[in-house]
């Protein structure tokens, strides 16, 4: 079992639609959480970090993270065609260091 | 704030050349530098870690002779692929952490190698 598992989509959707992308882990060690957009051949991009359980919301984007669940979501409002991307979820313990990726949602957000 | 650049975007050699990608921070000091591997519609794959003024912490099946990591200062680190081979083809990416307690880390924009 991998230690944070991410559906790799494709998730495809309308404009304007809310889309939710979520991320499970197996590690209770785990204390901060991130949500990183990638596009085609870029390096990721970060948009969200969270430390501990709770809400965290940003413009369109929340982030949730339910450490009793060990389950974090990214939740886009009004999605545009510019969110197309692939969105990776990252967490890590304490000290720093490593972060652990999931293997990243595609998302396309159609006209 | 919490620019990293790194150079080049994309580089083609020669079989049995070797590759050196730059990475900077722009605007923060790093004590600490990732370097990623990632193949089409994987995730990241770490590779390295490099702390200012130490050697690098290789990931395990990394092959620290081939993939030589130096972080020099505290804005610059450096990967070199030494003689590099077709199976060496990959997107390379280095990411930055600022002060030591931070857990945030920047991410340069990747570079593309093709070994010929």
């Known amino acids: 079992q991998k230690e944070v598992e991410q559906d790799p989509g494709p998730l495809s959707v309308p404009e304007g639609a809310i889309v939710s992308l979520n991320c499970t882990y197996s590690?209770?060690?785990?204390?901060?959480f991130m949500w990183y957009r990638q596009y085609s051949r870029k390096g990721p991009e970060l948009l969200m970090y969270?430390?501990?359980?709770g809400n965290k919301e940003d413009g369109r984007f929340t982030a949730q993270v339910d450490k009793s669940s060990k389950y974090i979501s990214l939740f886009i409002r009004d999605s545009q065609p510019s969110d197309s991307a692939t969105y990776l979820c990252?967490?890590?313990?304490?000290?720093?260091?490593?972060?652990?990726f999931g293997t990243g949602t595609q998302l396309k957000v159609e006209l | 704030g919490a620019v990293v650049s790194q150079h080049p975007s994309w580089v083609i050699c020669k079989s049995g050349t070797s590759v050196k990608i730059e990475c900077r921070s722009l605007?923060?000091?790093?004590?600490?530098m990732f370097w990623y591997r990632q193949f089409p519609k994987q995730s990241l794959m770490l590779m390295a870690t490099?702390?200012?003024?130490?050697?690098?912490?290789?990931e395990q099946g990394v092959e620290k002779d081939k993939f030589l990591i130096n972080h020099a200062s505290l804005t610059l680190s450096t990967l070199t692929v030494t003689s590099a081979h077709p199976e060496d083809s990959s997107f390379y990416i280095c990411?930055?952490?600022?002060?030591?307690?931070?857990?945030?880390?920047?991410f340069g924009a990747g570079t593309r190698l093709s070994v010929l």
């Open positions: 990411s930055a952490r600022g002060l030591a307690g931070a857990n945030i880390q920047y």
């Open positions: 590690n209770s060690a785990f204390q901060y």
């Open positions: 969270t430390y501990s359980s």
């Open positions: 990252a967490m890590g313990a304490g000290g720093g260091n490593k972060l652990t």
């Open positions: 605007d923060f000091q790093a004590t600490t």
């Open positions: 490099s702390n200012e003024g130490s050697k690098a912490t290789y």
